[in-house]
């Protein structure tokens, strides 16, 4: 063994693995005795001691034997073999499960994160930080940003809310799942959702004990008429600023019915404004919750905004659920970093967050027109349906032609999701509840047709928003390779 002269830690740590790794390649087999302490420090030129704090930790550690009188031994044990190194994929094969373009959607461009403004944010809030920031903190989330948040909202989305009323999440899916769990607690069985949506979201709601009935969805958004359809539902979540992945707002007269049936029924919306400040067409229309605080949840978050990774969501909740919010909440499985709210509530304070906005904003409707004016010079067939708002669009195809354009789209190393993706579907039969006559959606009572939102059997869904902007020309031109 080569070690180091001389003594200190720095030798009887380098012995000891050298030993260890003498053991676990097989050189020193199981049952091998090995000198005594003197005789190895005499061949290593070490001293005794350090030879014997090796030998006394390995023993400690089970590689190694001892008793009074017999010597060490190499313990008798099975020794797992080194794993084996991952397999590399060949180059082909990394290339066929990382898409050229990644067209799919769920991201804004991540290219555009605003490090230095964030990093800036960031040393400023960390300066002035209280020490009880850096404890466990409240499960409603750090004050700083509940405070910041409820001035934002009010002003940019119409939000009706007091710092006391935000609670801080990790994340939407966390909220929507938080509240589902509350939900189901109070004796609820069954959520409305939109019959196009994320069937991630379904399936969080109901692993929270909730039965998902699904509103039908055209051209003026979910038919929320229908909601008293339903015997006993009392909850529903809905997109009414910008449908997803439809791309329709909710119709005045539909937001109004929504408000008033949870009035009513002493019902409950979950209002998901996933992309609510990104409208190119007019300014956005303000929250749903602004209609009526105590029967609307508003849900928010930084993943559309600034990014996914920094795991920022709020809820605005009505009085009389706090305390069933934070009761769940704070079991401890729901908290969210503090530094990173301190982090938010400076970006948004310093006026950062509203000029990264209104850039984005720019960005995302140059992209959007740039698509518009393609496809009505390339692809004249394909229409793009839905608002100006977003970070992407539907693009009504020809009938039956929707699965061969994704296929088409696969085959070209193009990631492209169709609408029919984002349509309801129950679980499996044998999970189903007996549907009841009341739950089954009938005609539309407002003479809206039914069937797929304005007519669109066969569309795709393109993100826009995901590309940098260095390939979005090109992502462009792959689309429209692909199209009909």
């Given at each position: 063994m080569d070690l180091p002269?001389?003594?200190?830690?720095?030798?009887?740590?380098?012995?000891?693995?050298?030993?260890?790794?003498?053991?676990?390649?097989?050189?020193?087999?199981?049952?091998?005795?090995?000198?005594?302490?003197?005789?190895?420090?005499?061949?290593?030129?070490?001293?005794?001691?350090?030879?014997?704090?090796?030998?006394?930790?390995?023993?400690?550690?089970?590689?190694?034997?001892?008793?009074?009188?017999?010597?060490?031994?190499?313990?008798?044990?099975?020794?797992?073999?080194?794993?084996?190194?991952?397999?590399?994929?060949?180059?082909?094969?990394?290339?066929?499960?990382?898409?050229?373009?990644?067209?799919?959607?769920?991201?804004?461009?991540?290219?555009?994160?605003?490090?230095?403004?964030?990093?800036?944010?960031?040393?400023?809030?960390?300066?002035?930080?209280?020490?009880?920031?850096?404890?466990?903190?409240?499960?409603?989330?750090?004050?700083?940003?509940?405070?910041?948040?409820?001035?934002?909202?009010?002003?940019?989305?119409?939000?009706?809310?007091?710092?006391?009323?935000?609670?801080?999440?990790?994340?939407?899916?966390?909220?929507?799942?938080?509240?589902?769990?509350?939900?189901?607690?109070?004796?609820?069985?069954?959520?409305?959702?939109?019959?196009?949506?994320?069937?991630?979201?379904?399936?969080?709601?109901?692993?929270?004990?909730?039965?998902?009935?699904?509103?039908?969805?055209?051209?003026?958004?979910?038919?929320?008429a229908e909601l008293d359809r339903s015997a006993g539902l009392r909850t529903v979540l809905l997109t009414p600023a910008h449908q997803f992945p439809t791309g329709v707002p909710l119709h005045p007269d539909r937001r109004a019915a929504v408000v008033d049936w949870a009035s009513r029924v002493g019902g409950l919306v979950l209002e998901d404004d996933y992309d609510g400040e990104f409208r190119y067409d007019r300014h956005p229309v303000g929250a749903l919750q602004g209609l009526d605080p105590e029967h609307v949840v508003y849900l928010g978050t930084a993943s559309k905004s600034l990014a996914p990774a920094l795991r920022l969501a709020w809820m605005v909740v009505p009085d009389h659920l706090m305390d069933d919010v934070l009761a769940v909440k704070g079991t401890g499985e729901w908290q969210s970093g503090a530094l990173d709210q301190l982090t938010l509530a400076e970006f948004i304070d310093s006026g950062a967050y509203d000029r990264h906005v209104r850039g984005m904003r720019t960005r995302y409707r140059r992209r959007r027109d740039q698509l518009v004016a393609a496809l009505a010079e390339r692809a004249p067939r394909v229409r793009v349906t839905g608002i100006a708002a977003g970070l992407h669009a539907v693009l009504q195809l020809p009938p039956g032609t929707e699965r061969s354009v994704v296929q088409c789209a696969d085959w070209q190393s193009l990631a492209l999701d169709g609408l029919s993706r984002f349509r309801y579907r129950e679980r499996p039969e044998r999970e189903r509840e007996p549907e009841r006559g009341p739950d089954k959606p009938g005609p539309a009572p407002d003479g809206e047709p039914d069937g797929e939102p304005d007519g669109a059997s066969d569309a795709l869904v393109f993100a826009y928003g995901a590309p940098p902007d260095h390939a979005f020309t090109g992502a462009l031109e792959a689309l429209c390779r692909v199209l009909p």
């Amino acid at each position: 063994m080569d070690l180091p002269r001389g003594g200190g830690t720095g030798v009887r740590d380098a012995l000891i693995r050298a030993l260890r790794d003498a053991v676990r390649g097989g050189r020193l087999a199981p049952g091998t005795r090995l000198p005594s302490s003197r005789s190895l420090a005499a061949d290593l030129g070490i001293a005794r001691n350090t030879v014997a704090d090796a030998y006394g930790e390995l023993v400690a550690e089970g590689w190694l034997t001892a008793r009074q009188g017999s010597g060490t031994w190499v313990a008798r044990r099975v020794v797992p073999p080194e794993p084996a190194p991952p397999r590399t994929p060949p180059p082909a094969a990394v290339a066929a499960t990382r898409p050229t373009y990644d067209l799919r959607a769920g991201q804004p461009d991540l290219s555009a994160f605003p490090r230095s403004a964030w990093l800036s944010a960031a040393r400023r809030a960390l300066t002035v930080a209280p020490n009880e920031a850096f404890g466990y903190g409240d499960p409603a989330g750090r004050p700083e940003l509940r405070r910041v948040l409820a001035d934002y909202l009010a002003r940019a989305r119409g939000v009706r809310a007091a710092p006391e009323r935000i609670v801080v999440c990790a994340g939407f899916v966390q909220g929507l799942a938080l509240l589902g769990r509350v939900r189901a607690k109070a004796g609820h069985r069954a959520v409305g959702v939109e019959s196009y949506g994320l069937g991630l979201y379904w399936n969080v709601l109901r692993g929270a004990g909730l039965r998902t009935v699904p509103l039908p969805v055209d051209r003026r958004g979910a038919r929320t008429a229908e909601l008293d359809r339903s015997a006993g539902l009392r909850t529903v979540l809905l997109t009414p600023a910008h449908q997803f992945p439809t791309g329709v707002p909710l119709h005045p007269d539909r937001r109004a019915a929504v408000v008033d049936w949870a009035s009513r029924v002493g019902g409950l919306v979950l209002e998901d404004d996933y992309d609510g400040e990104f409208r190119y067409d007019r300014h956005p229309v303000g929250a749903l919750q602004g209609l009526d605080p105590e029967h609307v949840v508003y849900l928010g978050t930084a993943s559309k905004s600034l990014a996914p990774a920094l795991r920022l969501a709020w809820m605005v909740v009505p009085d009389h659920l706090m305390d069933d919010v934070l009761a769940v909440k704070g079991t401890g499985e729901w908290q969210s970093g503090a530094l990173d709210q301190l982090t938010l509530a400076e970006f948004i304070d310093s006026g950062a967050y509203d000029r990264h906005v209104r850039g984005m904003r720019t960005r995302y409707r140059r992209r959007r027109d740039q698509l518009v004016a393609a496809l009505a010079e390339r692809a004249p067939r394909v229409r793009v349906t839905g608002i100006a708002a977003g970070l992407h669009a539907v693009l009504q195809l020809p009938p039956g032609t929707e699965r061969s354009v994704v296929q088409c789209a696969d085959w070209q190393s193009l990631a492209l999701d169709g609408l029919s993706r984002f349509r309801y579907r129950e679980r499996p039969e044998r999970e189903r509840e007996p549907e009841r006559g009341p739950d089954k959606p009938g005609p539309a009572p407002d003479g809206e047709p039914d069937g797929e939102p304005d007519g669109a059997s066969d569309a795709l869904v393109f993100a826009y928003g995901a590309p940098p902007d260095h390939a979005f020309t090109g992502a462009l031109e792959a689309l429209c390779r692909v199209l009909p």
